[in-house]
């Protein structure tokens, strides 16, 4: 299905290569007749090449990335900047950038940084480069056929984030953080930009929509499949710019923002993929969330002071009621003005007496009483708040929210924040920064997983300014992270991994919240 992607120039990052190539390669000595659990033909280059002594095997690895390859299991733990293999996927697997040293393969890298390193001999021929590909191509199975991350599909814990620059979702094995797939989405031949990501209450599906595609998909959360899409209804012309997706409590339910000054929420049967109503008559509409029986809906309006607010069944649009944020009449807007705090995203509290929204223009966060809409806390940079907050995540097992603040203004290496905060006392939690040893830049999308008490921080990691990749993304740009914390005070980071996705990464959601 997809998808023709140009490919960057890998010379400058050059100098970030560390976590492969980190390691005082020794000659090798003697045949290994147990190849680990790799299959012969593959466990016979890996064992022998990449996992000798002072480098990738049980007793160096510490000093090679704290990447091990001497064992089928422990190589999908991979190491200090993440998944080293992704089964399916040999494309956006960072171990073929560096075993690659033949111009006839799909990437050529300097001859400083491939892997076996210089001083260790030869490099992989290209009969040993293709053979390892095909293997991860046909999903890296183990000398059994075992699949990773195959079992207790039905249970299994993970955390789904989009690639807008590739046209992915990353899927994130709850249990060993890495990257276990990357599913394909979209539906032309373009970079369509999978905007958002939302995992129904029930577990079952995950749906995605694309600011440059006209089509909402439909993952199987057992499978990682697209099984089902839709071509989104537009209202008035054929404009669209789908932005946010909101799936009600019951999971019966999804809703979509097409994000224009004439916008307007769609919303569709989540079982079958039918049309139901159009909600208009709203300028920029942008996020989404509603009470727990669907019975009343807010939806923000990105650029102003504004959120709507009104019952699901309402039919007549000039009756929607419009939410002053900052005391002065309620205004819309196209576009940015100076002077507003501009709500981006709102979300309902897990009670459902309160509805947190994040000003961006303003660097505000905002508590609104569910019931009487009247404004009960404005968090403010003097409490914490970092510049331009966007997302937000909740637990439900501990009473607090999690903003992320991209600081898109600040021109520092690692720069953007975390805000935290208590919604049952509105009281302020913490924050996560730089200060705190935070490596974010451009943190955007949030997911907690509640079910080992982390929380996910994505890193676009956009401009110039931000860590090099220290792998190349195999559809341009510059690769995206995650870093993950624990949900509760301190808020420390589990460990000091920055996990490389791919360009683009953006938004986050998880299973069994």
């Given at each position: 299905?997809?998808?023709?992607?140009?490919?960057?120039?890998?010379?400058?990052?050059?100098?970030?290569?560390t976590?492969?190539?980190?390691c005082?390669?020794?000659?090798?000595?003697?045949?290994?007749?147990?190849?680990?659990?790799?299959?012969d033909?593959?466990?016979?280059?890996?064992?022998?090449?990449?996992?000798?002594?002072?480098?990738?095997?049980?007793?160096?690895?510490?000093?090679?990335?704290?990447?091990?390859?001497?064992?089928?299991?422990?190589?999908?733990?991979?190491?200090?900047?993440?998944?080293?293999?992704?089964?399916?996927?040999?494309?956006?697997?960072p171990?073929?950038?560096?075993?690659?040293?033949?111009?006839?393969?799909?990437?050529?890298?300097?001859?400083?940084?491939?892997?076996?390193?210089?001083d260790?001999?030869?490099?992989?021929?290209?009969?040993?480069?293709q053979t390892?590909?095909?293997?991860?191509?046909?999903?890296?199975?183990?000398?059994?056929?075992?699949?990773?991350?195959?079992?207790?599909a039905a249970?299994?814990?993970?955390?789904?984030?989009?690639?807008?620059?590739?046209?992915?979702?990353?899927?994130?094995?709850?249990?060993?953080k890495?990257?276990?797939?990357?599913?394909?989405?979209?539906?032309a031949?373009?970079?369509?930009?999978?905007?958002?990501?939302?995992?129904?209450?029930?577990?079952?599906?995950a749906?995605?929509?694309?600011?440059?595609?006209l089509?909402?998909?439909?993952?199987?959360?057992?499978?990682?499949?697209?099984?089902?899409?839709?071509?989104?209804?537009?209202?008035?012309?054929?404009?669209?710019?789908?932005?946010?997706?909101?799936?009600?409590?019951?999971?019966?339910?999804?809703?979509?923002?097409?994000?224009?000054?004439?916008?307007?929420?769609?919303?569709?049967?989540?079982?079958?993929?039918?049309?139901?109503?159009?909600?208009?008559?709203?300028?920029?509409?942008?996020?989404?969330?509603?009470?727990?029986?669907?019975?009343?809906?807010?939806?923000?309006?990105?650029?102003?002071n504004?959120?709507?607010?009104?019952?699901?069944?309402?039919?007549?649009?000039?009756?929607?009621?419009?939410?002053?944020?900052d005391?002065?009449?309620?205004?819309?807007?196209?576009?940015?003005?100076?002077?507003?705090?501009?709500?981006?995203?709102?979300?309902?509290?897990?009670?459902?007496?309160?509805?947190?929204?994040t000003?961006?223009?303003?660097?505000?966060?905002?508590?609104?009483?569910?019931?009487?809409?009247?404004?009960?806390?404005?968090?403010?940079?003097?409490?914490?708040?970092?510049?331009?907050?966007?997302?937000?995540?909740?637990?439900?097992?501990?009473?607090?929210?999690?903003?992320?603040?991209?600081?898109?203004?600040?021109?520092?290496?690692?720069?953007?924040?975390?805000?935290?905060?208590?919604?049952?006392?509105?009281?302020?939690?913490?924050?996560?920064?730089?200060?705190?040893?935070?490596?974010?830049?451009?943190?955007?999308?949030?997911?907690?997983?509640?079910?080992?008490?982390?929380?996910?921080?994505?890193?676009?990691?956009?401009?110039?300014?931000?860590?090099?990749?220290?792998?190349?993304?195999?559809?341009?740009?510059?690769?995206?992270?995650?870093?993950?914390?624990?949900?509760?005070?301190?808020?420390?980071?589990?460990?000091?991994?920055?996990?490389e996705?791919?360009?683009?990464?953006?938004?986050?959601?998880?299973?069994?919240?």
């Amino acid at each position: 299905m997809k998808k023709s992607i140009a490919i960057i120039s890998v010379l400058s990052f050059a100098a970030a290569i560390t976590g492969f190539y980190a390691c005082k390669h020794e000659p090798y000595k003697q045949p290994v007749e147990v190849y680990g659990g790799f299959p012969d033909d593959v466990g016979k280059i890996i064992t022998t090449r990449c996992a000798t002594s002072g480098c990738h095997n049980a007793n160096s690895y510490t000093a090679a990335g704290n990447l091990r390859m001497d064992s089928w299991d422990q190589l999908f733990y991979g190491g200090n900047h993440g998944a080293a293999v992704v089964p399916y996927t040999a494309k956006y697997s960072p171990l073929m950038f560096y075993i690659n040293n033949d111009t006839l393969n799909d990437k050529n890298l300097p001859g400083d940084s491939r892997m076996p390193p210089v001083d260790a001999g030869s490099a992989l021929t290209n009969a040993e480069y293709q053979t390892i590909k095909n293997w991860i191509n046909n999903g890296a199975p183990d000398r059994n056929g075992k699949i990773p991350f195959e079992d207790n599909a039905a249970t299994r814990q993970k955390i789904y984030i989009t690639q807008q620059g590739c046209d992915q979702v990353a899927v994130i094995d709850a249990e060993r953080k890495v990257v276990m797939r990357y599913i394909s989405v979209g539906e032309a031949d373009g970079i369509e930009s999978p905007h958002v990501i939302r995992v129904s209450p029930d577990n079952q599906h995950a749906y995605v929509c694309f600011t440059g595609g006209l089509y909402m998909q439909k993952i199987n959360t057992n499978t990682d499949k697209v099984d089902a899409r839709v071509k989104l209804a537009t209202i008035g012309s054929s404009a669209f710019s789908w932005n946010i997706l909101y799936v009600t409590p019951d999971s019966k339910t999804v809703l979509a923002c097409n994000y224009l000054p004439a916008g307007s929420v769609v919303q569709y049967d989540a079982a079958t993929l039918t049309f139901d109503k159009f909600y208009d008559r709203m300028k920029m509409p942008h996020g989404v969330t509603s009470t727990a029986n669907f019975d009343t809906l807010f939806i923000s309006s990105q650029w102003g002071n504004t959120i709507y607010k009104m019952p699901s069944s309402l039919t007549d649009f000039t009756l929607i009621k419009q939410i002053s944020l900052d005391g002065n009449a309620p205004v819309q807007n196209n576009s940015k003005i100076p002077g507003y705090p501009d709500p981006h995203e709102i979300m309902i509290t897990p009670d459902g007496s309160k509805i947190v929204a994040t000003c961006q223009s303003s660097n505000e966060v905002k508590i609104l009483d569910a019931r009487t809409n009247q404004v009960l806390k404005t968090f403010t940079t003097g409490d914490g708040v970092g510049v331009y907050p966007q997302e937000i995540a909740m637990s439900r097992k501990y009473p607090y929210a999690y903003i992320s603040c991209s600081d898109t203004n600040n021109s520092k290496q690692y720069a953007g924040s975390v805000f935290i905060f208590n919604y049952q006392t509105l009281q302020v939690a913490g924050v996560i920064n730089e200060n705190t040893n935070a490596e974010f830049n451009t943190p955007h999308g949030l997911a907690v997983d509640d079910k080992n008490d982390v929380l996910y921080v994505v890193s676009a990691n956009t401009g110039t300014t931000g860590p090099p990749p220290h792998h190349i993304s195999a559809c341009g740009g510059r690769n995206g992270y995650y870093n993950i914390f624990r949900t509760t005070p301190p808020f420390a980071p589990i460990n000091q991994r920055r996990y490389e996705m791919l360009s683009g990464s953006y938004s986050a959601d998880v299973r069994f919240k």
